[in-house]
């Protein structure tokens, strides 16, 4: 009886052994309160939605909503508003502003091969806004004095977007608002990893779908990596982040996925951008 207590007891401490703690994430200093971070992101959306094609089809809206949706009210995405719209673009690319705000395009849709691959790329970004990193950029870029106009609103009556935007902050190709390091993408991963297992998903099928995207990208490589850049061996570090974590039955059902992404394939090329009107001259 003794000999199998102890055997027990050896058995239990080598499956704590095994068990990786998990890893502290947090990401810097920030001058932005949540509060702001929402003000910011709802109305930097509502400018980059009157420069993109968002798709407004109920059943492709629903289907990303409810993909969000269950994303989003996992503990470890925190408490934001978020919200998730489908973007009529043919790039790879995904982005979540601060707050909460996220935009997928259908070019990104198209390269996945299952709603893991979606679902993950989506935890990702949603783990971005949960660890407040587009802020958290801005405030290292910007300097304090800087922010302690911005932020302390001494700056009239401008909104905070405005006043970003004017001192150079703006959203556009290389904006800081969504160019992160490489810990912060780690971080992303990391805490995505946990925001798909608890949503269902397995978090390897995110890892692995980023080293396909990288690895059949060539040079120029997705758009996604731009402002994503390669933290490392993803799969290698999720899959220790995860070694000692619970592990559900994942999702393996692809059907409402396919057809939703057969629906966005029959979408066909993006509409063209119809030119800025030009502006008359004086005579």
Do not use: C
């Not at 269902?200 to 850049?229: C, I, N, T, W």
């Not at 933290?231 to 592990?247: A, F, L, T």
């Amino acid at each position: 009886m003794r000999r199998l207590k102890l055997i027990l007891v050896f058995l239990l401490l080598a499956a704590l052994a095994l068990a990786a703690p998990r890893s502290r994430l947090k990401p810097g200093f920030n001058m932005f309160s949540k509060q702001q971070d929402v003000e910011l992101g709802k109305e930097a959306a509502t400018e980059i939605s009157q420069q993109v094609t968002i798709i407004h089809d109920p059943e492709l809206a629903g289907y990303l909503d409810r993909l969000g949706r269950k994303l989003a009210v996992q503990r470890d995405a925190g408490d934001h508003p978020y919200t998730f719209k489908l973007v009529h673009d043919q790039s790879i690319n995904a982005f979540a502003l601060p707050g909460g705000p996220t935009f997928v395009h259908t070019g990104l849709v198209l390269a996945a091969e299952n709603e893991a691959e979606l679902a993950g790329v989506m935890a990702h970004e949603i783990s971005h806004v949960a660890l407040r990193h587009g802020t958290n950029q801005v405030t290292k870029a910007m300097g304090f004095q800087i922010l302690m106009g911005v932020v302390g609103g001494a700056v009239g009556d401008e909104s905070l977007w405005r006043q970003l935007v004017q001192a150079g902050a703006g959203f556009g190709a290389g904006s800081i608002l969504l160019k992160y390091s490489r810990d912060a993408e780690r971080q992303a991963d990391l805490l995505g990893a946990y925001i798909m297992a608890g949503a269902g998903y397995d978090p390897v099928e995110m890892a692995r779908f980023f080293e396909k995207l990288q690895a059949g990208g060539g040079s120029r490589g997705p758009e996604f990596f731009s402002s994503h850049p390669k933290p490392g061996n993803r799969v290698k570090y999720v899959e220790d982040e995860i070694r000692g974590m619970r592990r559900p039955a994942y999702s393996l059902d692809n059907a409402e996925f396919l057809r939703f992404r057969d629906r966005v394939r029959a979408l066909g090329d993006p509409p063209a951008k119809p030119k800025p009107p030009e502006r008359s001259r004086a005579r």
